[in-house]
Structure formats: C-alpha cells, structure tokens
C-alpha cells in the first residue's frame, strides 16, 4: 500500500521558519515527481511547488517564490519543504502528493500537516 505522511507542522511567528517533510512508503520513490500543495480554512486548494523524480527541476508558486524551498532524498524516501519568512497567509494545511515519471496527475496525497503563522 502507498503511504504519504506529511511532519513538521506547527505554530511559527510571523517571519519565521519551518520545514516540512513527507516520507513515502509503498512505492519506487525515485519515480515519482512530488508536489505540495496547501489548503486554508474556506479556501480552495493551491499548489505551492514540485520537485522532479531526481531532484533537478523544481517549480514553485508565485505567492512562495523565493521563500520556499522544496528538496528530496531519495535514499530517505523522502520529499521536503523548507518554509522561511513566513506570513500569516501562509496559514493552511500543507500535504504531499506523488505522481509517477510521464502522468499528468498526482495519484497519492497524504493527509495534510497544520502550519499556523501568528502574527
């Protein structure tokens, strides 16, 4: 079975730091492109950033660019999201998503981690 488990949520103050992870399970990780995305309270759900199946391509939303930061090991199965000057818009539920090498859509996600920005 395919396991995406998002970590590292928490309440941070405005301008502060955070960095999510995402360990994956049950499948060929090093296929996989991954994404993640947020979703805040009465809000649809937006895309934040991807990383390519080997690391060297990465996209991000505009809203993020330049403050956030997506990474991966592959050894570790495991995809991350480095989050630094933080805004209170920043504010959802942060979740992973896989989507194996040539689809066009993400087949797995995982259940969401909070990041609360105070400000």
């Known amino acids: 079975q395919v396991q995406l488990v998002e970590s590292g949520g928490g309440m941070v103050q405005t301008g502060g730091s955070l960095r999510l992870s995402c360990k994956a399970s049950?499948?060929?990780?090093?296929?996989?492109?991954m994404g993640w995305f947020r979703q805040a309270p009465g809000k649809e759900r937006e895309f934040v950033g991807r990383i390519s199946w080997g690391g060297a391509r990465t996209s991000y939303a505009d809203s993020v660019k330049g403050r956030f930061t997506i990474s991966r090991d592959n050894a570790k199965n495991t995809v991350y999201l480095q989050m630094n000057s933080l805004k209170p818009e920043d504010t959802a539920v942060y979740s992973c998503?896989?989507?194996?090498?040539?689809?066009?859509?993400?087949?797995?996600w995982g259940q969401g981690t909070q990041v609360t920005v105070s400000s």
């Open positions: 049950g499948l060929t990780f090093n296929m996989y492109d």
């Open positions: 998503a896989g989507g194996l090498r040539g689809s066009s859509t993400y087949a797995y």
